[in-house]
Antibody
Framework: EVQLVESGGGLVQPGGSLRLSCAASGFTFSSYWMHWVRQAPGKGLVWVSRIYSDGSSASYADSVKGRFTISRDNAKNTLYLQMNSLRAEDTAVYYC????????????WGQGTLVTVSS | QSVLTQPPSVSAAPGQKVTISCSGSSSNIGNNYVSWYRQLPGTAPKLLIYDNNKRPSGIPDRFSGSKSGTSATLGITGLQTGDEADYYCGTWDSSLSAYVFGTGTKVTVL
């Protein structure tokens, strides 16, 4: 059974940092592109970042470029999102999601972890 | 502000059909594959359709997807109370170099 389990969310002050993790199981993690998607309270879905299956390339939304870094450890089956210089507008539930193999879309999602940026 | 526009809400009686539109441009829907997601309150999104019209394993054929030009459509037949949820379209935007989601549509079963 495919499982994605996020952790690392919490309350952080503006300007602070947080690292999210997504533990993957039930599939060959190293074969899939992985993504982070966030959702502010009461709002819609917003793509944050993507990383290739081998970690060789990453892409970011303009709103987080230069502040967030996506990475992965295929030996540990874990995806990460390092978030620096956090702002109030980064407050959201952060989901990790698996990209469809040889297709476009996200076929499995984690349960999400809440990040709250507030003083 | 999303580059993909969906109607805020649609509704129909149980057993009826609803369609949800997703309007974009040549930089996104016009030249890339569209996917559709359902999000029940308080839960993670779930993939319903990928590559415009393909259903993942386990998704019933009550759900269908289509694309024409710069617009895409999700159809749901045999509407059930359990279909009450928010629905989002999504696709890659080649100009933004980013994946973009639609504004979301709330489906209500009357």
């Amino acid at each position: 059974e495919v499982q994605l389990v996020e952790s690392g969310g919490g309350l952080v002050q503006p300007g602070g940092s947080l690292r999210l993790s997504c533990a993957a199981s039930g599939f060959t993690f190293s074969s899939y592109w992985m993504h982070w998607v966030r959702q502010a309270p009461g709002k819609g879905l917003v793509w944050v970042s993507r990383i290739y299956s081998d970690g060789s390339s990453a892409s970011y939304a303009d709103s987080v470029k230069g502040r967030f870094t996506i990475s992965r450890d295929n030996a540990k089956n874990t995806l990460y999102l390092q978030m620096n210089s956090l702002r109030a507008e980064d407050t959201a539930v952060y989901y990790c999601a698996r990209g469809v193999l040889r297709g476009w879309g996200y076929d499995y999602w984690g349960q999400g972890t809440l990040v709250t940026v507030s003083s | 502000q999303s580059v993909l526009t969906q109607p805020p809400s649609v509704s129909a009686a149980p057993g009826q059909k609803v369609t949800i539109s997703c309007s974009g441009s040549s930089s996104n829907i016009g030249n890339n594959y569209v996917s559709w997601y359902r999000q029940l309150p308080g839960t993670a999104p779930k993939l319903l359709i990928y590559d415009n019209n393909k259903r993942p394993s386990g998704i019933p054929d009550r759900f269908s997807g289509s694309k024409s030009g710069t617009s895409a459509t999700l159809g749901i037949t045999g509407l059930q109370t359990g279909d009450e949820a928010d629905y989002y379209c999504g696709t890659w935007d080649s100009s933004l170099s980013a994946y973009v989601f639609g504004t979301g549509t709330k489906v209500t079963v009357l």
